[in-house]
């Protein structure tokens, strides 16, 4: 399996992450007791299709691999709150129309990730270790990836309740680095110079060259 590490994101921008999931929602206030396990299911079941996918991993190919993951990863994901976080104030200048391409081009770009980590399977396992609450709208799920090689991967999801239903708004490795903190850091050169339609293009541009390495690295195995 193919786990890439992503840079540390800056303290500043972890902090200013959280202090946007941890404003409470409308419905924040009905945060109950089965809302940890309610939060752990989702996630059990994001990884079951991780697993699956990861065990027919070489006959589906990257392209099925990309296809079997992208529904998980919409019912998994707020895709469109990330995607707003990840923007920023570009995300207010921005026209409909560019949202939409925008949050599209977000989706995109988070299902290539997935399809390109997650290509293989040598005895990976998943364990849930906590779910906590987060707040009065939120919870945390923790979990491992136990390797092939005994070695232990940390992920952490927050999770908030979007009317009644559960989605992901961040994803942690080793257990502190925030990756939409850092889609936020790099992000905004490209905003700053490109604006609304440059990330987009330039979103685009990363999905097509996971493809093509994705390509070039079965063509190398066969």
Do not use: C
């Not at 923790?142 to 559960?166: M, P």
């Not at 942690?172 to 339609?197: N, W």
């Amino acid at each position: 399996m193919a786990f890439h590490r992503v840079k540390t994101a800056s303290a500043a921008l972890l902090t200013g992450v959280l202090i946007a999931f941890s404003a409470p929602s409308e419905q924040g206030a009905a945060q109950t007791l089965a809302a940890p396990a309610t939060a752990e299911r989702v996630i059990e079941q994001f990884h079951a299709t991780l697993i699956n996918v990861m065990k027919e991993a070489n006959g589906l190919g990257y392209d099925g691999r990309f296809k079997w993951l992208a529904p998980a990863v919409r019912e998994t994901f707020n895709l469109p709150f990330m995607a707003q976080v990840a923007a920023g104030t570009y995300w207010t200048k921005a026209t409909d129309e560019q949202r939409q391409r925008y949050v599209e081009a977000f989706a995109r770009m988070s299902t290539a990730t997935y399809a390109a980590r997650f290509d293989g399977f040598t005895g990976e396992k998943f364990d849930i270790l906590s779910a906590d609450p987060e707040g009065r709208s939120s919870v945390v799920v923790r979990s491992e990836i136990t390797q092939s090689d005994g070695g232990h991967v940390a992920i952490s999801y927050l999770l908030r309740d979007f009317d009644g239903a559960w989605k992901v708004v961040d994803v942690y490795l080793s257990g502190s680095i925030s990756e939409l903190a850092v889609k936020k850091s790099d992000y905004s050169e490209v905003l700053r110079t490109g604006g609304m339609d440059g990330l987009i293009k330039a979103l685009d541009a990363k999905v097509a060259s996971i493809a093509k390495e994705q390509a070039a690295s079965a063509a190398r195995s066969r």
